[in-house]
């Protein structure tokens, strides 16, 4: 129950900074007021919360405490040797799952009907970093237990996972500002808004671009990080082509659309039809 708090009020936090941020120096100009899409994006995420909780036996954190009892998974068989070892190794071992795992919602296409609901987001800013549907949630949560299962993560490196996660998501699809500098630093080590912005772009070959949450490290080691979109920041158009009504951003519309018929995408790799 402790971490639980904890990671609510972690995420809380970082949420009501960069609603704040971008208040102040925001990167773009909003197509929809924030008082259509907010109670959308967040209630979706609520929903998606709650259906993890109520559909799954073992949330990270309980996988992780039942692994360490029990002596489960490669770091528990003494394979390091250190626990400080282990921790860092664990977080970063469970942001490339993150990564594969973003990869294949866009290249499987009945992954992509799920996915799609975060990329239809006509605008995109903090509340965006919590718009998944509630079946996604739920697969990366199995995805997730089942990795910390496999490594025996330490429940301590399972928490900052966890915690960096939430708040990466917020942070990066934050509508902010950043100096072109610090922009430029951070990508060092960190994905910033305006590297995730492009994986947002209606573009298919920027769609399938910059596919991390937390480091930029593994789109760069795989050839899918892309610098800049083309027509920058300010004039890309964001979201899915065949989800542009502002009916699509009404919570019941999000929920039923992978039921749709239209995938609403181009495979990984192919070129939009001209006209």
């Not at 925001?26 to 919360?49: D, E, F, H, K, Y």
């Amino acid at each position: 129950m402790g971490d639980s708090v904890l990671r609510l009020g972690v995420f809380l936090g970082v949420l009501g900074a960069m609603m704040l941020a971008e208040a102040i120096a925001p990167r773009r100009g909003r197509l929809v007021s924030r008082a259509r899409r907010w109670p959308s994006n967040i209630g979706v995420a609520a929903i998606g919360t709650l259906a993890a909780r109520l559909l799954l036996p073992l949330s990270t954190m309980g996988m992780a405490l039942l692994a360490e009892e029990r002596g489960w998974g490669l770091f528990n068989a003494g394979v390091l040797p250190s626990r400080w070892v282990a921790i860092p190794l664990a977080v970063i071992v469970l942001d490339l799952a993150i990564y594969l795992q973003h990869v294949g919602f866009h290249a499987i296409p009945l992954l992509w009907r799920l996915h799609r609901m975060h990329h239809a987001d006509l605008d995109v800013d903090a509340t965006t970093g919590t718009r998944f549907h509630p079946v996604e949630i739920v697969l990366s949560t199995i995805v997730k237990v089942s990795v910390v299962a496999a490594l025996g993560a330490p429940p301590a490196a399972v928490l900052l996972f966890e915690l960096l996660l939430n708040a990466t998501s917020v942070f990066n699809h934050a509508n902010l500002r950043l100096p072109l500098a610090l922009d430029r630093a951070l990508r060092f080590c960190l994905v910033t808004p305006d590297m995730h912005r492009v994986h947002h772009s209606i573009d298919p070959e920027e769609t399938n671009r910059n596919f991390g949450f937390l480091v930029p490290w593994w789109d760069r080691l795989a050839g899918t990080y892309l610098a800049q979109p083309r027509a920058g920041h300010e004039a890309m158009t964001l979201g899915i082509e065949q989800f542009r009504s502002p009916a699509d951003l009404r919570l019941d519309r999000m929920l039923v659309q992978p039921l749709l018929r239209e995938p609403g995408r181009y495979p990984l790799g192919a070129r939009r039809p001209a006209g």
